[in-house]
């Protein structure tokens, strides 16, 4: 490959303020950039607003006239089907199983950073650029790519990266790892942007109002029953709406009067049961973990003491992973609040990131 193509990347333009200054960035340092879009799905096909997901229409346009404005050539790719297929499909299958899904992660896994880099390759650029807060690094004494926190730790995203290969890491590159929000704000005004005010996104694209029962209603054309809410006894204690509609931990649209908060602390799908109780019957020691990824080693080969977390805004905690399988126990230091099969468990030494996986079992209940 030649130094000029080397010196390309295809830029991953969400619409949004960050991977407009990403992009801005990349050429500032001489590099020839394209712009690419992701179509994933189609507002209408959802019945979602244009304007209040990310993914919209509007996101295309904004991000075409950033393009326009920095003078470089954009493309909108069309993975709808594979988006539905891959991301939302998953999606409706681990609620319907009881879990809760993190599509955000999966997309970055299945469809942002496979198919952006295939998509570069076809189009002669060598690297893909994303606006997410984190680092690449390479460690020549283990020879390895490191997946690094970014220097702004209310921003960092190196949890929904942990997925990321070898081979991967080798042809990525995350501009803002080393600047906070506030800079990146500041010099997209500067440079007059026309998102540089844009709220940034929240919550899951394709479900903007949270109701996730209702988006699985519209999505699979099935009505989930009512059934019993069950205390820890047990015994029947009130009508749920329908075991998809919640998830563990919650406490709030419960809709029950029990004297004290209760929260959702197991569900049985076959049953149709939603069990509630106290928050302190929601901490566990230890989780089982599956289908890992090791970013800073190869592989675990016995037990090792890091830090964890089990959701995105989490705290990171100690623990000790110990190989099992296919997969890891992690025995924490400590109790933890509503670990729940489907999400993400990263693990970290200081601030790189060991390597990852999907929970499958929450182990240990401990009773405080």
């Known amino acids: 490959m030649s130094q000029n193509e080397e010196n390309s990347a295809l830029i991953a333009m969400s619409g949004g303020v960050d991977s407009s200054v990403a992009a801005w960035l990349m050429l500032q340092q001489g590099f020839r950039c394209m712009g690419a879009t992701m179509r994933l799905y189609r507002n209408e096909d959802l019945g979602l607003s244009q304007y209040h997901t990310c993914c919209s229409q509007r996101d295309i346009d904004d991000a075409s006239e950033v393009a326009f404005q920095l003078d470089f050539p954009y493309e909108v790719l069309d993975f709808t089907r594979e988006f539905r297929e891959q991301i939302i499909g998953k999606f409706v299958r681990i609620y319907e199983a009881g879990g809760t899904p993190n599509p955000c992660i999966d997309c970055n896994r299945y469809m942002k950073f496979s198919r952006l880099l295939q998509a570069a390759e076809e189009r002669g650029y060598h690297y893909v650029v994303t606006g997410h807060y984190a680092r690449v690094e390479y ?37 803002l790892g080393g600047r906070t929000k506030a800079e990146v704000r500041e010099l997209a005004a500067r440079l007059d942007l026309c998102n540089a005010r844009k709220h940034d996104s929240q919550d899951i694209c394709f479900v903007p109002d949270g109701d996730y029962g209702a988006f699985l209603e519209r999505c699979t054309g099935r009505q989930y029953p009512a059934g019993d809410f069950l205390g820890l006894d047990g015994t029947v204690v009130g009508r749920h709406r329908g075991a998809v509609r ?68 989490q705290t990171e905690q100690w623990a000790t992973a110990y190989p099992e399988g296919d997969g890891i126990r992690l025995e924490f230091e400590q109790p933890q609040r509503a670990v729940t099969a489907g999400q993400a468990v990263v693990l970290y030494d200081g601030d790189t990131v060991v390597g990852g996986g999907t929970i499958s079992r929450a182990l240990g209940k401990e009773m405080r």
Do not use: H
């Open 139 to 175: 460690d020549g004494a283990s020879g390895r790519y490191l997946l690094k926190k970014a220097l702004d730790g209310s921003k960092d995203q190196s949890y929904v990266l942990y997925m990321l290969t070898q081979d991967q890491l080798a042809r990525i590159r995350f501009p």
């Open 246 to 313: 919640y998830t563990l931990g919650q406490r709030k649209g419960l809709g029950l009067a029990m004297g004290e908060p209760v929260y959702v602390c197991g569900k049985d799908m076959q049953a149709n049961t939603v069990t509630v109780g106290p928050e302190q019957a929601l901490y566990t020691t230890a989780l089982l973990a599956e289908d890992m990824n090791w970013i800073s080693i190869p592989a675990l080969e016995g037990p090792i003491r890091v830090k964890a977390k089990t959701r995105y805004r």
